[in-house]
């Protein structure tokens, strides 16, 4: 009895060994991961937040176009095969890449650089700037710029503009004034864009809803 004891607490130490090593290899691997992904973010800053966008937005619009997919699939009986649009995806990738990272990396710098600190009053100033004077003026930039590479023209943008972008400014305050609290609060500037496009994942899935719902309208 003493004997099967002894083999099975041997047992139970190597298993938990064996756990313990990999749960630390797991943990060494994130490590580096991150501490690889911070030098670059040093050493190629708009770089490296262009490609993290240019993923992430493909990304979201891939999801989107699942979910579409699976509602469809849902209020229609006749099966349908589930395809993607590459090139819409292609262009929110574009768009994240080009667009997006370089304007938002530059933007939080500005903001870092002309309202520095972390206090509570700094982090709602700079909420203030991003959410009432930034945002209103991005999102119809975003959306044209998005619309002109699908090879709309200004005179159906517009209108589109006109109707919509006031519902987009209001569904974009409530997602991203507290996300950019937290961020201008907690979250380093290197990291900012980063965080910006985790959150913005959600968002872009909205986005690419949206902008595509208008484009099938026209």
């Known amino acids: 009895m003493s004997i099967r004891i002894s083999s099975t607490a ?3 130490r190597r298993k938990i060994r064996h756990s313990s090593s990999s749960s630390f290899s797991s943990s060494s691997k994130q490590s580096n991961f991150f501490q690889w992904y911070s030098e670059k973010l040093e050493t190629h800053p708009i770089l490296t937040k262009a490609i993290t966008s240019g993923v992430i937005s493909g990304s979201a619009d891939l999801i989107c176009q699942a979910i579409s997919y699976q509602k469809r699939a ?3 009986e006749e099966e349908e095969e589930l395809t993607f649009d590459l090139a819409r995806t292609g262009r929110f990738t574009l768009m994240g890449s080009a667009f997006v990272a370089p304007i ?3 933007w939080y710098g500005l903001l870092g650089s002309r309202i520095p600190g972390k206090s509570i009053s700094v982090v709602l ?3 203030f700037c991003d959410q009432i004077l930034f945002a209103p003026l ?3 930039s975003f959306m044209t710029a998005l619309f002109t590479l699908e090879g709309q023209d200004m005179n159906s943008i517009l209108p589109v503009l006109k ?3 006031p519902d987009v400014v209001v569904s ?7 996300a950019m609290f937290v961020n201008f609060a907690y979250i380093p500037l290197q990291w900012q864009v980063l965080y910006s496009n985790c959150v913005g994942l959600v968002w872009n ?3 690419s809803w949206k902008t595509q719902e208008e484009s099938k309208s026209n």
């Open 10 to 12: 041997r047992l139970i």
């Open 74 to 76: 849902a209020e229609n």
């Open 104 to 106: 938002v990396h530059n």
């Open 125 to 127: 100033k700079r909420l």
């Open 138 to 140: 991005f999102i119809p």
């Open 163 to 165: 109707r919509d972008v």
């Open 172 to 178: 974009n305050w409530t997602l991203w004034i507290p």
């Open 205 to 207: 899935i909205y986005v």
